[in-house]
T-cell receptor
């Protein structure tokens, strides 16, 4: 049961253009969403997150959009740079109890390649 | 500010053996989660430790067990290794209350022959 899906295994973009990575989820209990970037032989690096009470969060070149009715989120990178080439994972979380969060449920990842 | 550290970086074992992986959380964090990442897949949640107790567990057999120490560091133990246990094992740390973001270590690459 894949509760978080990234349907595009790969994305290729020209340097300076916008990269849009998409993610869909099925579990309506998810209320916090995160994007991680992963280089080979390294652990995932946290990029940006969004709470379900918001529909947009921006941090520099990175913007995450959340559409709760469609259970869809996307990560926009503008402008894209060659150093952005990596695997991008979206992840979702639900409160495990009280105010604390438990496990992250990840998508399968999207390989982003930014060409100079 | 030290990030999440894991040891060893690589490990080769044979089927049936046991393995212990170690994790030190980011400074100030008190919660440790473990994930298994198979090739081409996203990380899969194994379990989470807080206050030296297993707080939440994913869909992994009892061969996978863990421990958290008073200094918040953690160990992941896998008994009776199978070929399918070959994967990248990731440790993530976070604060139990007030933050939802988990920060990952570099991982331990386990190969079972």
């Amino acid at each position: 049961d894949q509760q978080v899906k990234q349907n595009s295994p790969s994305l290729s973009v020209q340097e300076g253009r916008i990269s849009i990575l998409n993610c869909d989820y099925t579990n309506s209990m998810f209320d916090y969403f995160l994007w991680y970037k992963k280089y080979p032989a390294e652990g995932p690096t946290f990029l940006i997150s969004i709470s379900s009470i918001k529909d947009k969060n921006e941090d520099g070149r990175f913007t995450v959009f959340l559409n709760k009715s469609a259970k869809h989120l996307s990560l926009h990178i503008v402008p894209s740079q060659p150093g952005d080439s990596a695997v991008y994972f979206c992840a979702a979380s639900a409160r495990a109890g009280g105010t604390s969060y438990g496990k992250l449920t990840f998508g399968q990842g999207t390989i982003l390649t930014v060409h100079p | 500010d030290a990030g999440v550290t894991q040891s060893p970086t690589h490990l080769i074992k044979t089927r049936g053996q046991q393995v212990t992986l170690r994790c030190s959380p980011k400074s100030g964090h008190d919660t440790v989660s473990w994930y298994q990442q198979a090739l081409g897949q996203g990380p899969q949640f194994i379990f989470q430790y807080y206050e030296e107790e297993e707080r939440q567990r994913g869909n992994f057999p009892d061969r996978f067990s863990g421990h958290q120490f008073p200094n918040y560091s953690s160990e992941l133990n896998v008994n009776a290794l199978l070929l399918g246990d070959s994967a990248l094992y990731l440790c993530a740390s976070s604060l139990a209350l007030g933050t939802e973001t988990q920060y990952f270590g570099p991982g331990t690459r386990l190969l079972v022959l």
